[in-house]
């Protein structure tokens, strides 16, 4: 039981920084039907955007860990999401008209385009946060060790995944970006600015992957410019299984997926964690072809 | 139309005659192969400049066979995919002999290509077996072998009175090799295997193996793999509050892996590994150090890159002594006439097979500054 407790924390923290990257995914998805393959790099920006700003800035020795910490989320948020306004304006919007093949292209060359600059920018070398930023005690809950700083990554992933279930189902620009999901000839027709609401998701999603590249770097301390191509698979999978185009099924997703690497690693095989995480996937596809919460949609003539 | 023929014609007798004069009198292109980026970059690029200052050298006291060396190097990003690339554009390049690389899959992708095209490899650090073991009659290592590591390991785990063991690779060539022979010795001993399974490498949580590892309640772990995830398998042990020693293989050999899990965590570390550059004891090594300090600014850190160094050194010697760049004279020179020559990490000599015969790994532990320090 108790390993089993362990694990399931285990799976838990892993699972919400893939629910955080998926989430960019499946909103970019809902919006565009298109796969921003270049997701996974903004999330490697973002932590090592937050790398530099955490060694120059020493924030959290002006600050105090928390506030420190708060503070330089803001910032990496703002960055990554500029990074990925200017993505979607340099990348996409010129071939919003164009066959949908020729973006999914260009998603895959600005992929290729974010690693190398990173790489040419900050080496080919292992980048290392500092090791005494937080403070590394761990929590003794009945015998299970959880250090403080996976509880908190936990925290602020649900917390924003929260704030933004709600930015989108009660706000007026959330109902905008959720009626331009649904049919943007239409929602044009009622007078949503459609080309705003698509920057504004370029905005909320690279802000979230850039945010949870951030907590990877304060979490396992190591981090290297090709680590957004395995974080954006596992992502990616993830929004699938939970439907993509759908900002719950994405969450769900992600979570289920980081418990389910954890839990067959402790009771089946390590080696074959993947495997056995994808074939639950190809399981779920097999009975719900759209994801756990996705829904039928008809296809457009 | 008979004028541009001829033009084209006379044009091309030129280039022939230009570049077939480049080929004689042209520099010995050396070629290196390497993990300049990727994973292991700090490995490749170590490998590179130690390759270079021994290039330059060489050069400054008049090349070989009165021609420069030439070194040609190309990544491989610690990729067997990109490995096989990297080999076909030596190859293409005409090189005479390639040094590198490390990581053993990442050889194994690349030795038929150089066999087949009649290039002596000497890999720098492969230790796994089965690279000797396929009679390539180019291929060479100046890294000894996983049999002799597994030895000295289960020579070490028994002398620290383990009982019950975890061991943890990570699937490579090497990692697998190295696991598999250390169970077989350490079994015969007498000591429990509680624990044996493999790991991801590129991923960044492992505390669900590890707690998996602490419910099977080893006395140690052996870890196979490679630093970076070594470094965060000790970061994320030390997190979880699991005093377990952890030992490693000779793949856990770099600084980065006290960088990436910290000195806390890594103190107490023990790894096995061929001597460090700061503790090789010939006096070529302490020259060699010395230059490449005033070069670099700094010791080499890895130890690979000083055998990628002997790699180069033996190749020049054997050049040298059988006033050849010819792929047979030089081999057959370094199979049969070399003897302990003396090199940067020891004397050298090959075998048949092209295994580096003699010396012996070591026992590091990490002290609590994240020093290496050679145990007695």
Known sequence: ?301 | MNKILRVTLAFLVVGLVVWGCAQESGPIKIGLMGPMTGPWASEGQEMKQVVDLLAEEVNAKGGVLGRKVQVVSEDDGGDPKTAALAAQKLVTQKVVAVIGTYGSSITEASQNIYNEAKIPQIANGSTAIRLTEKGLKYFFRTCPRDDEQAKVGAQYIQSMGYKKLAILHDNTTYAKGLADETKGLVEKAGVEIVFFDALTPGEKDYTAILTKMKAANPDAVFFTGYYPEGGLLLNQKKAMNWPVPFIGGDATNNPDLVKIAGAEAAEGFAFLSPPLPKDLPTPEAKAFLESFTKKYGKAPASIYSVLAGDGFRVLIAAAQASKSTETDKVGEYLHNQMKDFPGLTGKLSFNAKGDRVGEVYKVYKVNAQGEFILQP
């Not at chain 1, 600015?193 to 990877?216: C, E, N, S």
């Not at chain 1, 981090?223 to 698979?233: A, K, P, S």
């Open chain 1, 1 to 301: 039981m108790e390993v089993f407790l362990q694990q399931l924390t285990n799976g838990l923290a892993v699972g919400s920084i893939y629910a955080l990257i998926a989430l960019g995914y499946t909103m970019v998805y809902g919006v565009l039907k298109l796969i921003n393959f270049a997701h996974g790099d903004l999330f490697t920006i973002g932590s090592y955007l937050g790398l530099t700003l955490l060694t120059s800035l020493a924030l959290t020795g002006r600050l105090g860990a928390l506030a420190g910490i708060l503070c330089l989320a803001l910032m990496v948020m703002g960055l990554v999401a500029l990074i990925g306004a200017l993505l979607e304006r340099t990348a996409y919007r010129p071939l919003r008209q164009s066959p949908r093949l020729s973006a999914v292209v260009s998603a895959l060359g600005a992929s290729i385009f974010l690693q190398n600059a990173v790489m040419l920018i900050y080496g080919a070398r292992f980048q290392v946060y500092p090791h005494d930023i937080l403070p590394k005690m761990p929590l003794d809950l009945f015998g299970l060790y959880i250090p403080l700083v996976k509880v908190l990554v936990l925290v602020a992933a649900l917390v924003m995944m929260m704030a933004l279930y709600l930015f989108i189902q009660k706000t007026k620009l959330g109902t905008a970006i959720r009626a331009a999901a649904i049919d943007q000839g239409a929602a044009r027709l009622m007078g949503i600015d459609v080309d705003r609401v698509i920057l504004i998701v370029f905005l909320i999603g690279p802000a979230l992957g850039g945010v949870a590249g951030l907590m990877v770097g304060l979490l396992y301390g190591q981090i290297n410019f090709t680590m957004g191509w395995v974080y954006g698979l596992k992502a990616f999978t993830a929004a699938i299984l939970g439907g993509i185009g759908n900002i719950p099924g994405a969450m769900v997703g992600g979570i289920l997926l980081g418990v389910i690497e954890a839990l067959g690693a402790a009771y089946l095989s390590i080696a074959w964690k993947d495997a056995i995480a994808f074939c639950v996937l190809i399981g779920i596809l097999i009975v719900r072809p759209t994801g756990l919460l996705g829904e039928r949609v008809a296809e457009k003539v």
